[in-house]
C-alpha cells in the first residue's frame, strides 16, 4: 500500500465548475500537507500548505485536512482552464524521520470551456 | 526574489557517461532536496542537504548517485555511469524549515535522456 494514495483521473469539468480533488494516506506520522500544481513538463508550484486538520483558504482554493480519517482535499472554486493541470499532493513527517516529501501519484485535472 | 534554479534544463548523455545537475536555492532558504520524477510515476524523494552536510539519503539508489551542497555554490546531483533507466525528469526544491514555515519550493527541473 503507497503511504498516499491520489485517484489519477482524468478528471474533466466546465468552465466555473467546483472541483473537488482528493488524497488518502497511511502514515499516522504525517503532520505537514501541502498541494502542488503541475503543467506538463514543469515544476510542481505550491499551492496550499497546512499544519493541522481544518481548512485554509487562499482565493479560489481552499484545503482540507481531516486527519482523523487520514484525508486530505482540494477545492477550487469558479475553475478556469488554465487550471488544467495535474494536481499533487504531498505530506511530510517533519521530524523524528521526517525531512522529506511522500507525493501522492497526481490528478490530472482538465476545465473546459 | 528569484526562485529555485536547475540547469541544465535538458541533459543528453550517452551509457556509461556521467550527468552533473546543478540547483541554487531561493535566498534565504538553506535546505534542499532533490526528488526524481519518472515517466508515468509520482515524485521521489531522493536526498535531503543543508551546506557541508548530508542529511537524509534515504531515496538515493546505493550505486552511481551522489549528492553536493558546498558551503559556495549549488547543490550539486551527479550520476556515474548513466544508464538508460535514469532517464527521468529530476526537481531541486529548497525550503526555510524553520518553525511554522516548512514547505518546500520546486525547481523547473531537469530532463534528463540517456541514449
Same mark, same amino acid.
Given at each position: 500500500?503507497?503511504?498516499?494514495? &491520489?485517484?489519477?483521473?482524468p ?12 488524497c ?11 498541494w ?12 496550499m ?8 483558504e ?5 484545503? &482540507? ?40 501519484t ?8 | 526574489?528569484a ?28 535546505h534542499?532536496?532533490w ?30 548517485f ?15 555511469q ?5 532517464? $527521468?525528469?529530476?526537481?531541486? $526544491? ?22
Amino acid at each position: 500500500q503507497k503511504e498516499v494514495e &491520489q485517484d489519477p483521473g482524468p478528471l474533466s469539468v466546465p468552465e466555473g465548475a467546483i472541483v473537488s480533488l482528493n488524497c488518502t494516506y497511511s502514515n499516522s506520522a504525517f503532520q505537514y500537507f501541502m498541494w502542488y500544481r503541475q503543467y506538463s513538463r514543469k515544476g510542481p508550484e505550491l499551492l496550499m500548505y497546512t499544519y493541522s486538520s481544518g481548512n485554509k483558504e487562499d482565493g479560489r482554493f481552499t484545503a &482540507q485536512v481531516d486527519k482523523s480519517s487520514k484525508y486530505i482535499s482540494l477545492f477550487i472554486r469558479d475553475s478556469q482552464p488554465s487550471d488544467s493541470a495535474t494536481y499533487l499532493c504531498a505530506a511530510d513527517i517533519l521530524t523524528g524521520g521526517g525531512n522529506k516529501l511522500t507525493f501522492g501519484t497526481g490528478t490530472q485535472l482538465k476545465v473546459e470551456l | 526574489n528569484a526562485g529555485v534554479m536547475q540547469n541544465p534544463r535538458h541533459l543528453v548523455r550517452r551509457r556509461g557517461q556521467e550527468a552533473r545537475l546543478r540547483c541554487s536555492p531561493m535566498k534565504g532558504h538553506s535546505h534542499v532536496y532533490w526528488y526524481r520524477q519518472l515517466p508515468e510515476e509520482g515524485l521521489k524523494f531522493m536526498v535531503y542537504l543543508q551546506k557541508e552536510n548530508i542529511i537524509d539519503e534515504s531515496g538515493m539508489p546505493k550505486e552511481r548517485f551522489s549528492a553536493e551542497f558546498p558551503k559556495e555554490g549549488p547543490s550539486i546531483l551527479r550520476i556515474q555511469q548513466v544508464v538508460r533507466g535514469d532517464s $527521468a525528469a529530476y526537481f531541486c $526544491a529548497s525550503s526555510p524549515r524553520q518553525r511554522g514555515s516548512y514547505e518546500q519550493y520546486f525547481g523547473p527541473g531537469t530532463r534528463l535522456t540517456v541514449t
